[in-house]
């Protein structure tokens, strides 16, 4: 069975204190990995997909890598506004209308 | 563009009531979601839809039902609710064809059953 777990639950950051939140995933096949931000009240927003061991995203602050058993994402000099939660997913090869969700991390950026 | 919108916001139930929970996405996507939210666990699907007419279920979708009877909505349905089906559901939309990570997620209604 897919199952994808995510570490710490929560994590309390300084304005610009950088730090990496863990994405550990099993799948059978994998056709791709994914990266969701939901702000408190809203649904998840898509950040990235990685496909592949090795492969890097980037966007602003945030930088995803990947490996055969988990994923990261980095976060740099993060803002206040980068506060909200942070969401993992998988989807297996042949399943086309369903991923597998990681209870996500909370962050928080003091100012 | 309004998006996916869902309604109500937040809803109160008794045990054993029912209720439809309303989205509507005006992109004209084929494809249609439903998930729910519950604290310390990831979402989770209950129904799909790839186009008016057609649907299928998802992980849980025991006491859900649904049906697509135009492009643009798709309604939940719980028949008779339970304590167990509190929690927070997203509806989301994408094209047909289009990779599962593009939908896109409407804000959510939050379900309490008593």
């Known amino acids: ?13 300084q304005e610009g204190e950088s730090s990496s939140l863990n994405c550990s995933y099993t799948v059978s096949g994998l056709r791709g990995l994914f990266w ?27 930088k995803a890598t990947l490996t055969k058993k988990e994923s990261f994402l980095h976060i740099t000099a993060p803002k206040p506004e980068d506060s909200a939660t942070y969401l993992c997913a998988v989807q297996a090869l042949g399943n086309n209308n369903d991923m597998r969700f990681g209870a996500g991390t909370r962050l928080t950026v003091k100012p | 563009n309004a998006g996916v919108t869902q309604t109500p916001k937040f809803q109160v139930l008794k045990t054993g009531q029912s209720m439809t929970l309303q989205c ?5 996507h084929e494809y249609m979601s439903w998930y729910r ?29 649904v049906s697509r009877s135009t492009t643009e909505d798709f309604p939940l349905r719980l028949l008779s609710a339970a304590p167990s089906q509190t929690s927070v559901y997203f ?13 896109y997620f409407g804000p959510g209604t939050r379900l309490l059953v008593l």
């Open chain 2, 37 to 65: 939210q519950d604290p310390g666990m990831g979402l989770r699907l209950i129904h799909y839809s790839v186009g008016a007419g057609i649907t299928d279920q998802g992980e849980v979708p025991n006491g859900y039902n």
């Open chain 2, 24 to 28: 509507a996405q005006d992109m004209n």
């Open chain 1, 36 to 62: 969701y931000r939901q702000d408190p009240g809203k649904g998840p927003e898509f950040l990235f997909t990685l496909y592949s061991a090795g492969e890097e995203k980037e966007k602003e602050r945030l």
């Open chain 1, 1 to 13: 069975e897919d199952q994808v777990t995510q570490s710490p639950e929560a994590l309390r950051l």
């Open chain 2, 91 to 103: 509806c989301a939309s994408r094209e047909g064809g289009g990779p599962v990570e593009t939908q």
